[in-house]
Structures are given as structure tokens and as C-alpha cells.
């Protein structure tokens, strides 16, 4: 403050002593004196000046400390743009995952399961037997053989019957059952199997849907052991209830005959019967 007080005082007293002068340049050099004098007295005493210029320099600088409040308050305490993060928090799109978890189309899998049912073709199976063997009869009783074949058709077809043929496997499997019945005269053979493995022996049991046997035994007595085809079907098996149902069965149609004779002279007799299996177009 009191710096500013003395310059005031120093350009005040500068700018009276310039006016003086320029006043007093026309005048006489005499009155130069009085004038100045004159001014010094009219002018204001410098204790007077210093201190209205002090009121003045103190009352000037409370100003810049007003202003200078209002500046450091204004910017000190506006900063709402910088508080305001809003934008940096909403994060609503980023958590939004709901079309990674539709997973719907994945798990549909009907069209995989559905199933084509598989048609099953059944097919009818043929059994072919090996070629026709060669017929082991003896010939001694080929005749007699064929003699009561042809006696058995002739019935059936008076019956309205179909008449059997007469097939090489099943006589030969006939005329083992004869040689065994002179051993074991029943429908077992003699090693306890049953009668019918023999067609398996004789390779034809695989072609047949059915089969029958029936047996006789004869001992012609006062015929002089001539054989009698007629007196073994008509006098023996068809008056046996059990053997005529056998040969009037209807599915029947093939047959073979079997003979054989024991050491004694007794004949024995065997036909065997058989069906085949559908598609079994022969079995000689």
C-alpha cells in the first residue's frame, strides 16, 4: 500500500509542475515565482493526497479479490460433466444373450427316428433230393412187391383216393425196415431209434411233411411157400382197423414196399408211406 501511495504523490506533483510551466511561458520571469508559489499553496497538502490515493488503491484492489473468488468457485465447483457416467454404465446390450441360448432347432430331431418298417419277403424254399439210388430189393420179391403196390392204388382209387407212386428212396428204405423187423418186429428199430430215422438213413426224411409205416409177417404154410401179394393186403392189413387207416390217409402220394424172409421161411412186409413238403415236385 505504501508503495502505491508515493507513486501517486510523484505523478500528481509531475503533472502541477507541468502545468505551471506552460502557464508561465508568455508571462514575465518576475511573477514565475508568485504563480508557482500560488500553486503550491492551492494544491492539495500531500499527507491529503496520499491518503485519498491509498483509499483509492485499496478500494480498487478489493475488486480483482472479489473476482477472483467467483473464478475459483465457478471452476472448482462446476464438474458435473465429468461426474456424469452415465453412458459408461449401461451396459444392457451386452448382457442380452437370449438368441445364443435358442437352441430349439438343434434339439428337434424327429426326422432321424422315423423308421422305414423293413418288409420281410418270405420266400418258399425247395429241397431238391440227391439223384434216385438203385433199388436194393432182392429180386426174388421185386414182383411181389410191385404185385402189392399196384393191390393198395387200386383201392385208394376206389375210395376216391390219389394213388401213390412208387419211389426208389422209400423202397429202399422199406426193404431195411423188412430185415430188421425178422430181429425186432415193431416200429423201433433195433437199436432203439424209431422207424422213421431210416428215411434219414436213405437221405429223403428232409423232402417229407408226413409219414406212416405198417408192418406183416406171414408164414404160407401149405402153399408152398409161394408168396401171396393179394392175401397180405386184403386178407392181413385191410382187416386191421389200424392198418386200413393208415393206407386210406389222403395226403399220401408216394410209397415204397419192402420184403424180406427169415431163416425159418417167414415172411416179413413193410410199406412205407409219405407225403412231401410243398414245392417237392419228386422224389424216384
Known sequence: MKKYTKLSALILVAALLSAC?????????????????V??????????????????????????????TEETTTEETTTTPETTTTPETT??????????????????????????????????????PPPAPTRTTPAAYV????????????YRKSKGLQECQVSVYLTNAAQIRSVESVTSFTHDRPDGRKYNTVLEDVGIK????????????????????KLDPDYIVNGIWMKSSGHKAIIDMPQWNYMGVGISKSSSGRYYFIIEFAETKRGITSIQ
Do not use: C, H, K
Open 143 to 154: 414182383e411181389a412187391a410191385d404185385e402189392i403196390a399196384a393191390i393198395v392204388n387200386s
Open 206 to 225: 428232409s423232402s417229407l411233411r408226413d409219414f406212416g409205416e405198417i408192418m406183416a409177417n406171414w408164414n404160407p404154410g401149405g402153399t408152398g411157400n
Open 39 to 68: 500553486t503550491d499553496e492551492t494544491t492539495t497538502p500531500v499527507s491529503d493526497i496520499t491518503e485519498t490515493e491509498a483509499t483509492t488503491a485499496e478500494t480498487t484492489t478489493t475488486l480483482p479479490e472479489e473476482t477472483t
Open 91 to 128: 451396459t444392457t446390450p451386452e448382457t442380452t444373450t437370449t438368441p445364443e441360448t435358442t437352441t430349439t432347432p438343434e434339439t428337434t430331431t424327429t426326422p432321424e427316428t422315423t423308421t422305414t418298417p423293413v418288409t420281410t419277403t418270405t420266400v418258399a424254399t425247395t429241397t431238391t
Open 21 to 37: 510551466s506552460s502557464t508561465t511561458v508568455n508571462e514575465p520571469q518576475s511573477t514565475s515565482a508568485e504563480t508557482v508559489a
